[in-house]
């Protein structure tokens, strides 16, 4: 069965640290989709990136960066010189079905790591 | 503005009642889902729909019903067969094909 972990409960650092959220994932497909999502107070959930199981390059998008290693089966989050807007619960999600019938049955979502980022 | 909803956003209901959650979603998206979270639990899908009149149990259906008589519209009915209630409940829409999911903003349910 497919499992996400998310061992970090609460991460607390100071604005402009960089902080990373772990992510590490269990499934028996070769084939699946790995994705991020950013919980605000408000509650919706934020999609913040996808990636198939077969493409490991790591992805920047301005201060965020994802790092997606099969061989230790993790897709950790990295946040460079946080800052308070990024305060937030990060949910990472697995999806097995691939492309042909990817994610129509859901998503399997980690615990969530709740950041929080101090002025 | 496309996206999904989520009415109401705050409910309280008393014991041994049925409560109706409504989404409706106009991003044409054949899939739908319905997720609870609690404190600390992430989320867990309760059910979902790939298609018009059918759906599909998840990890967590026992005391939900849901309905999907048209694409736009996937009501969750909360049964007093459910013990523990008291929760967020998200519902989401997607493709299907890729597995992203666009989330609506959620219904806090409390019973009293």
């Known amino acids: 069965a497919q499992k996400v972990t998310q061992a970090q409960t609460e991460i607390s650092v100071v604005e402009k640290e960089d902080v990373t959220l772990d992510c590490v994932y269990e499934?028996?497909?070769?084939?699946?989709?790995l994705f991020w999502y950013k919980q605000p107070p408000s509650g919706e959930l934020v999609f913040l990136i996808r990636?198939?199981?077969?493409?490991?390059q790591n992805e920047i998008s301005g201060r965020y960066s994802w790092n997606f290693q099969k061989s230790t089966s993790s897709f950790n989050f990295t946040i460079t010189a946080s800052q308070v807007v990024d305060s937030a619960v990060y949910f990472c999600?697995?999806?097995?079905?691939?492309?042909?019938?990817?994610?129509?049955?859901?998503?399997?979502f980690g615990k969530g790591t709740h950041l929080i980022i101090q002025p | 503005d496309g996206g999904i909803t989520q009415s109401p956003k705050y409910l309280f209901r008393k014991e041994g009642q049925n409560v109706t959650l409504s989404c409706e979603q106009n991003?044409?998206?054949?899939?739908m889902y319905w997720y609870r979270q609690d404190p600390g639990q992430g989320l867990r899908l309760i059910y979902y729909?790939?298609?018009?009149?059918?759906?599909q149990k998840g990890d967590i259906a026992e005391g939900y019903s849901v309905s999907r008589e048209k694409k736009e519209s996937f009501p969750l009915t909360v049964t007093s067969a459910q013990k523990n209630p008291t929760a967020f409940y998200l519902c989401?829409?997607?493709?299907?094909?890729?597995?992203?999911?666009?989330f609506g903003e959620g219904s806090r349910l409390t019973v009293l």
């Open positions: 989401a829409s997607g493709w299907g094909v890729t597995g992203e999911l666009f």
């Open positions: 499934t028996r497909d070769t084939t699946y989709y």
């Open positions: 990636r198939n199981s077969f493409d490991e």
């Open positions: 999600a697995l999806s097995e079905k691939g492309y042909s019938g990817g994610g129509a049955d859901g998503l399997t």
């Open positions: 991003l044409n998206h054949d899939a």
């Open positions: 729909s790939q298609i018009v009149n059918d759906f």
